[in-house]
């Protein structure tokens, strides 16, 4: 059983690794590498080439148009039949092109792992004897002091003991799309992957801040090399396509040596001298059995498949492998990653509570396309002031910015953030016009402990907003007095904010914020949080003259309370209408996710995957799920919410063993293994990793749940 790290405290840690802040001695470093060795991927099983080559010859079919072309060859050869010899070189012409075809496509796989491997960090900053270093990654050992920072890939598993706003991307390993920001407190030993938050993994990036941390694991230790050790060792099984000529092939075989054998008996039994002529009637007969074989049935079969590859392409489907094609149109259940491939992988504001009113927000993902309804009726902001002031500081309080990339809308930044300036362009506000009207002039970051994060602003020119900047900012607030109305926008966690607020916005005025009003914007926080919303609270503070020091305890504090905005990364609309039809095709659709149960439910009942009566399972309850029971209720369970790579691929064993055909969707590193156990893997081609592509059939070019 591998060290829980994350339920180490730091102290400990250094103990039990014999190490320290300032790192191991270079000595130290030399005798672990020597020992432990190299810190990168290994192949634990090399399939031969000249073996995949072989195997494309034990085909029951191809075995049979061997035998075919060898005695139309020798047919031929001793008749001095033409007609024989062309027959024997067109049947070894298919059998060569078809084995070609099967091992192209077989050696390909060999590639996951090269896949893998490039997820790997080339190079990491560390610590030895007190020095900052630059090494290869893969000379990193077990106990050495790592330092990252925004932008790095994460070199190996590390147990942090030092973080300042550290924030990583942990998407294609845990399946979550937004960041998971990092802390060093002591975490329970059976948290689940995604919920170490005192750990990083190798193979992740750094998006903001810094920290410093103790590699624990290197190599195929790792949760990148488990992943890498379960794709190595999973084979493809046939499809039912590739299962029913293989048993056509046996078919034929005992059918035609049958009919073969039938005439040669009766032959023999007629013919008055059958002695005399042996060599004809069995000529005669083997004759018979080679013309009544159908050797152009895998030409027949891979044109097929070729010219349902090419309508697949038009429909934004990529087949990697051909019999592929025929498997999805079997297909009876289709078990389906949520992040990116249900839903959009990008964070949505969907509601915003202000002034005691809810107002949806309508329009998907980062495409500033949609609107603003209160009571299904569009919003004007001249007539909604208070909702205004809201959209405005989400604008403000924000370092997101959004870029058009040919169709395709993208977020610089906090998606979070890119949310809600979304959502003020939605709205008809220009997120340009308003930050050049009231530029940026201070800020209090955002942390982990604190929560919020604070802007000030002034309505300065370029000018005297580079002047005011190039003040210190221990004396700016001097400089800031001379000017006109300064406004403080806040956001966060709404108990914070609410915590620092005295007032609140109410038609346009600042009132009082009374205990009463307190508890119902608690209230309606949590409503909004049983619908799987992340929740922020919004506030400002007036500056009319002076401004005190730019510290938090002297800013924060006596702020307007604005509202509540809520989002989640929303279901596609076009996935929602695909679903529909998959249930009256009698597919039944299956969500996996690696995100928290309650957003999976709120998501699936939205998209109609999760109905009355069915249920949710988290990976921690599969794990105290007999096998027995798990074939028994596994048509019953639709939601399947923080799994890992092992559970995905014990769900797909599960509906097998019920006699379904079972595809696959994933994009990230964790789906790798599952894609390739199922009857069909289908990886996404716009945000999937390379691992996932090569290890599944199937890549959807518009990573979208509706082109299946």
């Known amino acids: 059983m591998p060290e829980a790290w994350h339920a180490v405290d730091v102290a400990t840690l250094f103990e039990r ?61 001793s008749k001095g039949d033409s007609t024989e010899l062309w027959d024997a070189v067109l049947i070894a012409i298919i059998v060569v092109l078809n084995s070609i075809l099967g091992f192209v496509q077989e050696f390909r796989a060999e590639k996951s792992l090269q896949a893998l491997k490039a997820l790997a960090a080339p190079k990491a900053h560390v610590v030895r004897e007190g020095e900052a270093l630059v090494v290869p990654a893969r000379e990193l050992v077990p106990g050495d002091a790592v330092m990252l920072a925004a932008g790095d890939k994460v070199p190996a598993d590390l147990r942090l003991f030092e973080v300042a706003s550290f924030r990583t991307n942990e998407a294609s390993l845990t399946g979550e799309s937004t960041p998971v920001s990092k802390t060093t407190a002591v975490l329970p030993a059976d948290a689940f992957l995604g919920d170490r938050k005192n750990m990083t993994f190798m193979g992740t ?7 410093k941390g103790l590699v624990v694991a290197t190599g195929m230790a790792t949760e990148l090399g488990k992943i890498a050790g379960l794709v190595q060792q999973e084979t493809k099984e046939e499809t039912p396509l590739q299962r029913q ?3 056509l092939g046996r078919q034929i075989g005992l059918i035609i040596l049958g009919i073969a054998a039938a005439v040669f008996v009766i032959m023999f039994l007629k013919e008055a001298d059958p002695m005399g002529k042996l060599e004809l009637l069995f000529l005669t007969a083997v004759g018979l059995a080679v013309a009544a074989i159908p050797e152009g049935l895998p030409a027949v079969v891979t044109i097929s498949l070729a010219l349902g590859l090419q309508r697949m392409i038009k429909r934004h489907a990529l087949i990697r492998k051909l019999p592929a094609v025929e498997a999805l149109g079997a297909a009876t259940v289709i078990c389906s990653d949520k992040t990116g491939t249900l839903t959009k992988g990008e964070m949505n504001v969907r509601s915003f509570f202000v002034d005691g009113r809810t107002y949806e927000v309508r329009g ?35 370092d997101a910015s959004l870029r058009r990339e040919g169709e395709r809308w993208t977020c610089e930044g906090d998606p979070t953030e890119g949310a809600l300036v979304v959502a003020a362009m939605r709205a008809g506000l220009d997120a340009d016009i308003l930050r050049s009207e009231q530029p940026r002039v201070a800020e209090i970051a955002f942390t982990s402990e604190r929560k919020l994060m604070s802007t000030l602003h002034a309505p300065l020119s370029a000018q005297a907003l580079r002047e005011i900047l190039a003040v210190s900012e221990d004396r700016r607030h001097l400089s800031l007095a001379e000017i006109g109305a300064k406004m403080l926008y806040v956001k966060g966690a709404p108990e914070r904010v609410l915590a620092a607020c005295t007032h609140q916005l109410v038609q346009g005025e600042r009132r009082p914020l009374t205990d009463y009003d307190r508890k119902q914007y608690l209230f309606q926080n949590q409503e909004m949080a049983t619908r799987a919303l992340r929740v922020l609270g919004l506030a400002s503070r007036s500056f009319p003259e002076e401004v005190p020091p730019i510290r938090e305890q002297a ?28 249930k009256k095709a009698g597919i039944q ?3 996996i996710t690696g995100d928290h149960k309650l957003t999976a439910m709120a998501v699936a009942r939205e998209m109609g995957i999760l109905a009355e009566g069915e249920r949710a399972l988290t990976g921690e309850e599969l794990d105290k799920v007999p096998e027995d029971d798990l074939l028994r ?3 019953r369970i639709k939601v399947y919410a923080r799994v890992s790579p092992e559970h995905k691929m014990r769900i797909v064993d599960a509906w097998k063993k ?16 599952a894609l390739k156990r199922s009857d069909l893997g289908v990886a996404m081609g716009i945000t999937g990793t390379d691992v996932a592509k090569e290890s599944a059939d199937m890549v959807l070019t518009d990573d979208n749940f509706a082109s299946i």
């Open 364 to 398: 998907e993902g980062f495409d500033p396309g949609g609107d603003i309804v209160a009571d299904g009726q569009p919003v004007d902001l001249k007539a909604h002031a208070d909702l205004r002031e809201a959209l405005v500081c989400g604008v403000l309080c924000n």
């Open 555 to 582: 800013l924060e504090e006596g702020l307007t309370f604005l509202g509540l905005v809520g989002m989640m990364d929303a279901p596609r609309l076009d996935a929602m209408t695909a679903i529909d039809r998959c």
């Open 633 to 635: 209720d596994v048509e």
């Open 17 to 77: 690794q014999a190490s320290s802040p300032t790192g191991l001695s270079k000595g130290e470093a030399s005798e672990r590498l020597a020992r432990m060795g190299p810190n990168e991927l290994v192949q634990t099983t090399r399939i031969s080439p000249i073996r995949i080559l072989f195997e494309q010859f034990t085909d029951v079919l191809v075995i049979i148009l061997i035998i075919a072309a060898v005695i139309s060859g020798y047919l031929g050869i």
């Open 658 to 673: 019920k006699g379904h055909i079972v595809a696959m969707t994933g994009d990230g590193v964790n789906d790798a293994p």
């Open 245 to 247: 000529l293989d048993r």
């Open 205 to 211: 990036t750094v998006e903001g801040g810094r920290g």
């Open 589 to 591: 659709v299956v969500m």
